[in-house]
């Protein structure tokens, strides 16, 4: 069965940096694009970023664009977050999707807390 499972949350200071990953499986990763959404508490999740199968076309909200870039590595089914210049706005806990024949799938998401 398909599994998604994040990682590389924290607390961490205004201005900082966080790498989370994504490590799936149970479909054949190199074929789907991928996701990363956000919840922040009282807040409707929101698409951060996504990325194509072989990871050459990337698209980002405009609330991160240029400090958050998304990779992956598809030999090792796992899709990456790199998050600079975090913000105090930026804290939500943070999830990675795929859709996979017509059915989405969510992990249970890792924190991220941007707090001086």
């Known amino acids: 069965q398909v599994q998604l499972v994040e990682s590389g949350g924290g607390l961490v200071q205004p201005g900082g940096s966080l790498r989370l990953s994504c490590a799936a499986s149970?479909?054949?990763?190199?074929?789907?694009?991928m996701s990363w959404y956000r919840q922040a508490p009282g807040k409707e999740r929101e698409l951060v970023a996504f990325?194509?199968?072989?990871?050459?076309?990337?698209n980002y909200a405009d609330s991160v664009k240029g400090r958050f870039t998304s990779s992956r590595d598809n030999a090792k089914n796992t899709v990456y977050l790199q998050m600079n210049s975090l913000k105090p706005e930026d804290t939500a806990l943070y999830y990675c999707?795929?859709?996979?024949?017509?059915?989405?799938?969510w992990g249970l998401g890792t924190q991220v807390t941007v707090s001086s």
């Open positions: 990325i194509d199968p072989p990871g050459g076309y990337k």
């Open positions: 999707y795929v859709r996979v024949l017509g059915t989405g799938y």
């Open positions: 149970g479909f054949t990763f190199n074929t789907y694009a």
